[in-house]
């Protein structure tokens, strides 16, 4: 076998295993560099957590400890057998409420600032279940073959016996543990399943159904969370137990057969995915076929100009800005966040200001509108913020942000004729801020929603109680309870007329109630077949305008506004959309468990923080491979740095320092050794990268041009004369980048200046045309300073539909006698195109050499090289030009069950071109260049039911230069997306 044939085979194995491991040599971004850290260590988990944030490490240090002899409730062994200990990290400037379970270095993420949508429990609980259950899972796995693994790659090894379960029962299984210890948890929310209900059978009669695993650009398809809860679910109620260790033991064992947990389900469930699917959707509609029909009380509202194009669309937030027009947020398949205005006498929409992604109800403030957006606030990608915009309600402009309010204000609202809000504090609490003063929430309290009317705020709060909805009476400084603590979702809090609205889960389904604020009556107002959502009253008191759900989206409409069914406020919630299902026994209530003043002060006197110092921890080895690769290129589908050899893998919990080291076999014997490190903990980010190998280093000769003092002049070609360098061993090059990314995002723009820094050197050798001999070292150092602008780009949208970027570079040799300077411009623009997905990407390059030297020492930035070029065109006076048209083709939602989905052709077209100054023996210069044409096809597929987020592009792509249009260029490639 030839080294070009083994160096394919090795790189498509390379490719198929090593992919997966690169998804988790994974950076979730790092919190602020002067974040001092510190480690609870308890009986079974141990936390690292800021020091300001140690209250709510404490919290998350009681909830894991007190579920952890549950929660590998039918996989572990029973007796107390706890997971793995996994270090739990926690986060707490980010308002983008998620969580994480992850290997390589092994670790559990949490975000701290609860989600702004979320149900009656703490959202500290909510994730300390979820994620938690996820480490059970993976201590599951953990089995012979794993141990194996282990061996071989390390921490990867979870990881590699985790690729034979599929995402939607790890999901799916977590989210079922986390409602099994709610009283009334996520899954039972009947929005849960509103999708689900609105499509109906169809689902059953869908051509491919591994659209409902993969996701779709054709259709609005619940995330894997949704799906993978209902056949787990399911499977467990038909067996009358939990029905999934076994087919965990199975797979683990068993990982040889390719699809272990397929025929795991075989064995001991009797079923296929593809059955147990059909299975879970035969249930789910026979249980709504028994519910009584109900009928949408609201009516849509009609838009005479809609073009509705776009498969999905949601209306959000409706806001009365007079008796005729209504103020919404509007975001579809094809269109990013927008705020638009309604005429509802003659159905006419206008787009008043887009927007970046609206994370709280909006609020008219006289003739004014506020909002609030998540927004990246710095350099630190983990630091996310929600920021408070406003803008003339008319559309008129222009957008400001309101700096007053800082960096995590939320739920803006209309009081005593200026904007309240709350703000969120980094350390775990809230505070309602108004026109004069403030008030502090007590601890463990969220706010879910805030409103005014006359010279009282209403608060919508969640405490381990509950949801409730609280009075403050600012004068008096004191809050009373005007809802109390229910089991209940509560969503959208509202005030007009003497009433408080908001939408409630009480009666099962999703609807609008209100509250009169004399007497303290509840009563509902509507009756929807899917859910409403979001009332508020006109301003004349008759008529409601909410969003109504079906199978297209969220929907604006109008119901009247009549007195409504009076309700019990302190009932439980009706559980009436959701069959029964197998309930867990024994399994801990994170509802019930009690943790106030006094378990706080127990946990911190058995406790006791200890500082995590960052620089020891910094280079933690976690995981290996017996291959050469750098996992970031991999991933991009760059094959060309694989080879035969070994990887190790080393980074911190803080997920600030990622480190590969690799040993590497090269032909004609030759060893060598590569070292990659990047360092994102401070604002500035480092980059540096080592290579040595004992093959001979390279030479270079100098190309017969040369450049004196600024002046050029023809030269005879000197690369006949020039003699082979003497023979060498050994070979190095060192590389090393600094960069400062600063996020300067201002609503549905986001901007980020960069400068960056970057030295290069290796023992190359040089040829001197002037002393006609070798030397040895070759160094480049190199500026550039980047603008990079664009805009919110939506679901389907192939590029941003607006945005540029500009990059200026300089660059030098220090070679002794290769001086050359070269400078640069780079320009690059998004347009639009013909379509709502389709557009052009326009960009030119220009470049320069100055000083003296060799033309082919210089520095090439390389910016605009054309994909069709076969000769070499120096950066002298080089000119660069390139246009590009993308277009989504169709979306096929076609493939081979269970194996592949064919979500999305699309296709581009481009033409690039390059010229420049070329010097030969004739007394004047001439100018040479090449224009490449040529296309590229793009196949976005799914694999094996991934969700989305694990989507593969493969490329094909022909191209050819004008000159020699007989001779054209076929590519391929591929990427992924994670």
């Known amino acids: 076998m030839s080294w070009r044939m083994m160096k394919i085979v090795v790189g498509l194995v390379a490719a198929v295993v090593s992919l997966p491991l690169s998804a988790q040599l994974y950076s979730n971004g790092a919190s602020p560099g002067h974040?001092?850290?510190?480690?609870?260590?308890?009986?079974?988990?141990?936390?690292?957590?800021?020091?300001?944030?140690?209250?709510?490490?404490?919290?998350?240090?009681?909830?894991?400890?007190?579920?952890?002899?549950?929660?590998?409730?039918?996989?572990?062994?029973?007796?107390?057998?706890?997971?793995?200990?996994?270090?739990?990290?926690?986060?707490?400037?980010?308002?983008?409420?998620?969580?994480?379970?992850?290997?390589?270095?092994a670790r559990i993420e949490m975000c701290v600032m609860p989600a702004t949508s979320s149900y009656a429990t703490p959202w500290l609980r909510q994730l300390s279940v979820h994620e938690y259950r996820h480490a059970a899972q993976y201590s599951a796995l953990f089995g012979?073959?794993?141990?194996?693994?282990?061996?071989?790659?390390?921490?990867?090894?979870?990881?590699?016996?985790?690729?034979?379960?599929?995402?939607?029962?790890?999901?799916?299984?977590?989210?079922?543990?986390?409602?099994?210890?709610?009283?009334?948890?996520?899954?039972?929310?009947?929005?849960?399943?509103?999708?689900?209900?609105?499509?109906?059978?169809?689902?059953?009669?869908?051509?491919?159904?591994?659209?409902?695993?993969s996701g779709s650009y054709n259709r609005y398809i619940p995330s894997h969370y949704h799906l993978g809860y209902q056949m787990v679910t399911t499977a467990n109620t038909l067996r009358g137990s939990y029905a999934w260790g076994e087919v965990m033991e199975y797979?683990?064992?068993?990982?040889?057969?390719?699809?272990?947990?397929?025929?795991?389900?075989?064995?001991?469930?009797?079923?296929?995915?593809?059955?147990?699917?059909?299975?879970t959707f035969e249930r789910l509609n026979d249980h709504w076929d028994t519910l009584p029909e109900r009928e949408d009380k609201a009516e849509r509202v009609a838009l005479s100009d809609h073009r509705h194009n776009s498969p999905y669309e949601s209306y959000h937030y409706p806001q009365w800005a007079d008796e005729n027009f209504i103020v919404a947020v509007k975001n579809t398949f094809d269109t990013p966040t927008e705020i638009v205005e309604v005429d509802l006498l003659w159905g006419y929409e206008r787009r008043l200001y887009p927007t970046g992604h609206?994370?709280?109800?909006?609020?008219?403030?006289?003739?004014?509108?506020?909002?609030?957006?998540?927004?990246?606030?710095?350099?630190?990608?983990?630091?996310?913020?929600?920021?408070?915009?406003?803008?003339?309600?008319?559309?008129?402009?222009?957008?400001?942000?309101?700096?007053?309010?800082?960096?995590?204000?939320?739920?803006?609202?209309?009081?005593?004729?200026?904007?309240?809000?709350?703000?969120?504090?980094?350390?775990?609490?809230?505070?309602?801020?108004?026109?004069?003063?403030?008030?502090?929430?007590?601890?463990?309290?969220?706010?879910?929603?805030?409103?005014?009317?006359?010279?009282?705020?209403?608060?919508?709060?969640?405490?381990?109680?509950?949801?409730?909805?609280?009075?403050?009476?600012?004068?008096?400084?004191?809050?009373?309870?005007?809802?109390?603590?229910?089991?209940?979702t509560l969503t959208g809090l509202m005030a007009a007329n003497g009433h408080l609205y908001f939408g409630s889960t009480l009666s099962g389904y999703d609807e609008v109630h209100t509250i009169d604020l004399r007497s303290l009556q509840e009563r509902r107002l509507t009756t929807s077949r899917y859910g409403s959502f979001e009332g508020t009253p006109s301003p004349d008191g008759t008529r409601l305008a909410l969003t109504s759900y079906d199978a297209e989206g969220y929907h604006l409409a109008?119901?009247?506004?009549?007195?409504?069914?009076?309700?019990?406020?302190?009932?439980?919630?009706?559980?009436?959309?959701?069959?029964?299902?197998?309930?867990?026994?024994?399994?801990?209530?994170?509802?019930?468990?009690?943790?106030?003043?006094?378990?706080?002060?127990?946990?911190?006197?058995?406790?006791?923080?200890?500082?995590?110092?960052?620089?020891?921890?910094?280079?933690?080895?976690?995981?290996?491979?017996?291959?050469y690769y750098r996992p970031e290129q991999l991933a991009s589908g760059n094959l060309s740095d694989i080879r035969f050899g070994l990887t190790a893998s080393a980074g911190n919990?803080?997920?600030?320092?990622?480190?590969?080291?690799?040993?590497?076999?090269?032909?004609?014997?030759?060893?060598?050794?590569?070292?990659?490190?990047?360092?994102?903990?401070?604002?500035?980010?480092?980059?540096?990268?080592?290579?040595?190998?004992?093959?001979?280093?390279?030479?270079?000769?100098?190309?017969?041009?040369?450049?004196?003092?600024?002046?050029?002049?023809?030269?005879?070609?000197?690369?006949?004369?020039?003699?082979?360098p003497p023979a060498t061993r050994g070979y190095y090059s060192l590389y090393a980048r600094g960069y400062l990314p600063i996020i300067l995002k201002h609503s549905y723009w986001t901007?980020?200046?960069?400068?960056?820094?970057?030295?290069?050197?290796?023992?190359?050798?040089l040829y001197s045309p002037t002393t006609e001999r070798y030397s040895t070292g070759q160094t480049l150092v190199a500026a550039t300073l980047q603008w990079n602008s664009y805009t919110a780009s939506a679901y389907r949208n192939l590029q941003p539909r607006w945005g540029f970027a500009l990059i200026g570079g300089i660059g030098k040799s220090l070679a002794p006698f290769a001086t050359t300077t070269t400078a640069g411009l780079f320009a690059r623009a998004y347009t639009p195109a013909f379509g709502a997905n389709d557009g052009f990407t326009w960009k030119a390059s220009y470049q320069d050499i100055m000083g003296s030297g060799p033309l082919n020492y210089s520095v090439d930035f390389g910016w605009l090289a054309p994909r069709g070029l076969r000769t070499q065109i120096y950066p002298d006076d080089q000119l660069g030009f390139g246009v590009q048209?993308?277009?989504?083709?169709?979306?096929?939602?076609?493939?081979?069950?269970?194996?592949?989905?064919?979500?999305?052709?699309?296709?581009?077209?481009?033409?690039?071109?390059?010229?420049?100054?070329?010097?030969?023996?004739?007394?004047?210069?001439?100018?040479?260049?090449?224009v490449c044409v040529g296309g590229d096809v793009w196949l976005d597929t799914s694999w094996l039911r991934l969700p989305e987020q694990g989507d593969l592009s493969f490329r094909v792509g022909c191209y050819f230069d004008l000159r020699e249009p007989s001779k054209p260029t076929f590519s391929a490639g591929f990427n992924v997306n994670f």
């Open 35 to 105: 974040y001092r850290w510190q480690r609870l260590e308890g009986e079974n988990i141990e936390v690292i957590a800021p020091d300001f944030a140690e209250r709510e490490a404490h919290r998350v240090l009681f909830m894991m400890d007190s579920i952890s002899g549950t929660i590998g409730y039918g996989l572990l062994p029973e007796g107390g057998v706890r997971p793995l200990r996994m270090p739990v990290v926690m986060h707490a400037a980010s308002s983008a409420s998620n969580g994480i379970s992850i290997m390589a270095p």
């Open 144 to 213: 012979p073959t794993a141990r194996w693994l282990y061996y071989l790659l390390g921490e990867q090894a979870l990881l590699a016996t985790t690729g034979v379960m599929p995402f939607w029962w790890l999901e799916g299984d977590a989210v079922d543990a986390e409602t099994q210890a709610s009283l009334f948890g996520r899954a039972l929310q009947p929005s849960f399943t509103m999708h689900y209900r609105a499509v109906g059978r169809e689902i059953l009669e869908s051509p491919n159904k591994d659209v409902w695993f």
């Open 251 to 279: 797979a683990r064992r068993r990982p040889y057969t390719i699809t272990p947990f397929e025929w795991g389900m075989r064995r001991h469930l009797g079923q296929t995915t593809e059955g147990l699917f059909t299975t």
């Open 358 to 488: 609206i994370n709280t109800p909006p609020a008219i403030v006289g003739d004014l509108i506020y909002w609030t957006e998540i927004s990246q606030l710095s350099s630190f990608s983990q630091e996310m913020g929600s920021l408070l915009y406003c803008a003339p309600k008319d559309g008129s402009g222009p957008v400001r942000r309101v700096r007053k309010a800082g960096n995590y204000a939320l739920y803006p609202t209309a009081f005593r004729g200026a904007v309240a809000w709350v703000r969120y504090n980094l350390e775990g609490t809230y505070t309602i801020v108004y026109d004069g003063g403030s008030f502090d929430l007590p601890e463990e309290v969220e706010c879910h929603g805030l409103a005014a009317y006359d010279d009282a705020l209403y608060i919508l709060t969640t405490s381990p109680e509950g949801m409730a909805i609280w009075g403050l009476l600012p004068e008096q400084d004191r809050l009373l309870t005007v809802k109390p603590a229910t089991r209940a």
């Open 558 to 627: 109008l119901a009247p506004l009549e007195e409504g069914e009076t309700v019990d406020p302190t009932s439980a919630p009706q559980n009436i959309v959701n069959p029964a299902t197998y309930r867990w026994q024994d399994f801990v209530c994170i509802d019930t468990l009690r943790y106030g003043p006094e378990e706080e002060e127990l946990s911190r006197r058995q406790v006791k923080p200890k500082r995590f110092s960052k620089g020891a921890n910094m280079i933690e080895l976690h995981s290996w491979a017996p291959i």
């Open 653 to 724: 919990l803080l997920s600030e320092a990622v480190t590969t080291l690799g040993l590497y076999y090269l032909p004609q014997g030759a060893i060598g050794a590569g070292l990659n490190f990047k360092y994102l903990g401070f604002v500035p980010k480092f980059e540096l990268s080592a290579n040595v190998h004992s093959g001979s280093s390279s030479y270079y000769k100098a190309a017969g041009v040369m450049m004196q003092g600024g002046d050029y002049h023809a030269s005879y070609d000197h690369t006949e004369k020039q003699p082979a």
């Open 751 to 765: 901007s980020v200046l960069t400068p960056s820094v970057e030295l290069s050197h290796a023992n190359n050798r």
């Open 885 to 930: 048209y993308d277009s989504p083709l169709c979306y096929p939602d076609r493939g081979i069950e269970g194996i592949v989905m064919l979500k999305r052709v699309r296709g581009s077209l481009f033409a690039e071109g390059l010229a420049g100054r070329l010097w030969t023996d004739s007394p004047t210069p001439i100018w040479d260049g090449t």
